[in-house]
């Protein structure tokens, strides 16, 4: 921010509080500041102006102000894309139409001091090998090297697929078995048929239902 000092030492004198600005842009980068105007006497039109150097990267929204005592004028400024590094002229302040000019100069970009930004930085991980390179790299060989690996995972899954098959087979036989025992019993033992019915009923859903239940806990189902 810039502070102009209007009639404080005298009629129509001109004050900076900086008599330069150094404002770091990047290319294609734009900021916003305000130029504060302080007059210490009459209201007066105020004009300001900058060099044809920055006339296309310093826009200045109020350029006439009407200063009573104190007024704020925004500004923008900007390079472009394609433009330089460093933009460099002069903001005029004029007063009562002209009768007094004073200036401040201003930089706009990147200070010249500074490392050009083309540079690019390579930090030393970076010529580390990929960890996830490596372990690609180690997962990949030729198709000997991974034989034992797909035997071992094919002859694991036919296990399982066996077991769950002569388990499932073996089960059906015992509670068949059960229940026909079940309803021999009940019948030698001179129950009424009507009994036995609705017991074999009974009987019957339990088989199902326990017969359901190896079917969706077995691993060949899942």
């Known amino acids: 921010m810039q502070v102009v000092h209007i009639n404080r030492l005298e009629l129509n004198s001109i004050e900076f509080d900086t008599e330069s600005m150094e404002i770091p842009l990047s290319p294609g980068e734009e900021q916003s500041f305000e130029i504060v105007i302080i007059n210490y006497s009459s209201p007066t039109h105020v004009h300001i102006s900058v060099s044809d150097t920055l006339k296309h990267n310093v826009l200045i929204l109020e350029d006439n102000p009407y200063v009573t005592h104190e007024d704020y004028i925004p500004v923008v400024v900007r390079i472009p894309f394609d433009g330089k590094k460093i933009y460099q002229g002069d903001v005029y302040v004029t007063v009562s139409h002209g009768a007094k000019k004073s200036s401040f100069s201003m930089i706009l970009g990147q200070p010249l001091g500074s490392k050009d930004a083309n540079c690019v930085q390579i930090d030393d991980s970076l010529s580390a090998p990929n960890e996830i390179y490596v372990k690609n790299k180690r997962s990949t060989?030729?198709?000997?090297?991974?034989?034992?690996?797909?035997?071992?995972?094919?002859?694991?899954?036919?296990?399982?697929?066996?077991?769950?098959?002569?388990?499932?087979?073996?089960?059906?036989?015992?509670?068949?078995?059960?229940?026909?025992?079940?309803?021999?019993?009940?019948?030698?033992?001179?129950?009424?048929?009507?009994?036995?019915?609705?017991?074999?009923?009974?009987?019957?859903?339990?088989?199902?239902?326990?017969?359901?239940?190896?079917?969706?806990?077995?691993?060949?189902?899942?």
Do not use: D, R
């Open 141 to 222: 060989g030729t198709w000997k090297e991974q034989l034992p690996s797909i035997s071992a995972g094919v002859l694991k899954n036919g296990y399982e697929h066996m077991v769950s098959k002569v388990t499932l087979f073996l089960s059906g036989i015992l509670l068949l078995l059960l229940f026909i025992l079940t309803v021999s019993s009940i019948f030698a033992n001179g129950i009424s048929p009507a009994l036995g019915f609705y017991l074999s009923i009974v009987l019957s859903i339990l088989f199902t239902a326990f017969c359901v239940y190896l079917l969706l806990k077995l691993p060949i189902f899942k």
